[in-house]
T-cell receptor
Framework: GAGVSQSPSNKVTEKGKDVELRCDPI?????LYWYRQSLGQGLEFLIY????????KSGLPSDRFSAERTGGSVSTLTIQRTQQEDSAVYLC?????????????FGPGTRLTVL | GENVEQHPSTLSVQEGDSAVIKCTYS??????FPWYKQELGKRPQLIID?????GEKKDQRIAVTLNKTAKHFSLHITETQPEDSAVYFC?????????????FGKGTKLSVKP
C-alpha cells in the first residue's frame, strides 16, 4: 500500500515568510509525528498526534511553529516568520496505534531552505 | 526528559569487519530502544529494537545489547557489507506528559569500504 507522503519535497522561502508543510500518513494509522532533521543534529522530535487526544507539543522549538491534524488524517506543519535556522529537512512519520513501541513509518521529508 | 547520546558520529570499516555503535540514555523509565537506518537520500527505517526486559536481541547480522544498570545500549553489525553504509539512529523513550515519544540520538554515519 501507499506509504507516508509529504509535500512539497523542497521549499525555498525568504526569511520572515510563513510556510506550510503537508503530511499524508498511511491510511488507518492513528498516530502522526513530526521531526526536524538538521545537519549533524539527528531527528529532533517536534509534535505528536494520537487519535482524538490533545497533541503532544513538547518538542516545538518556538511559538512560530504549530501543527494541525484534520479529520485524524492529513497534518500540516506551519512555520511562521521563518528564520534561517529553520532550514532543515522536516520529516513526518505515522504509526498504527501510537504506542511508543509501534514501528514508525517515515515520509520522504520536505527540505526547507530559508534564504 | 530523556536525553540520548550516540557515538561515534562517523565510523569507517572494511567490508567483512564488525561495526559497533553505542548509545547512552538518561531516563531510567526509558524502556524501548529502536534503531533506525537511513540510507543516503532515503527515509529512516526501523531495523531492530529491544525492550528493557531483554538484554540482547539478534536478527541475522545485526544485534542489539542493552545494559539497564549503565543505561547504555549498542548496535552490532557483523560481516559488514557496502549496503550497510548509511546513517544509523538510536532512540530512547520519553514519557513526560504523553503516551510516550521517541528521542533520537544524533546519528552515526557508517561507511563500509569494499
Amino acid at each position: 500500500g501507499a506509504g507516508v507522503s509529504q509535500s512539497p519535497s523542497n521549499k525555498v522561502t525568504e526569511k520572515g515568510k510563513d510556510v506550510e508543510l503537508r503530511c499524508d500518513p498511511i491510511s488507518g494509522h492513528t498516530a502522526l509525528y513530526w521531526y526536524r532533521q538538521s545537519l549533524g543534529q539527528g531527528l529532533e522530535f517536534l509534535i505528536y498526534f494520537q487519535g482524538n487526544s490533545a497533541p503532544d507539543k513538547s518538542g516545538l522549538p518556538s511559538d512560530r511553529f504549530s501543527a494541525e491534524r484534520t479529520g485524524g488524517s492529513v497534518s500540516t506543519l506551519t512555520i511562521q516568520r521563518t528564520q534561517q535556522e529553520d532550514s532543515a529537512v522536516y520529516l513526518c512519520a505515522s504509526s498504527l496505534v501510537g504506542r511508543v513501541t509501534d514501528t514508525q513509518y517515515f515520509g520522504p521529508g520536505t527540505r526547507l531552505t530559508v534564504l | 526528559g530523556e536525553n540520548v547520546e550516540q557515538h561515534p558520529s562517523t565510523l569507517s570499516v572494511q567490508e567483512g569487519d564488525s561495526a559497533v555503535i553505542k548509545c547512552t540514555y538518561s531516563d531510567s523509565a526509558s524502556n524501548y530502544f529502536p534503531w533506525y537506518k537511513q540510507e543516503l537520500g532515503k527515509r529512516p527505517q526501523l531495523i531492530i529494537d529491544i525492550r528493557s526486559n531483554v538484554g540482547e536481541k539478534k536478527d541475522q547480522r545485526i544485534a542489539v545489547t542493552l545494559n539497564k544498570t549503565a543505561k547504555h545500549f549498542s548496535l552490532h553489525i557483523t560481516e559488514t557489507q557496502p549496503e550497510d553504509s548509511a546513517v544509523y539512529f538510536c532512540a530512547g523513550t520519553n514519557y513526560g506528559g504523553s503516551q510516550g515519544n521517541l528521542i533520537f540520538g544524533k546519528g552515526t554515519k557508517l561507511s563500509v569500504k569494499p
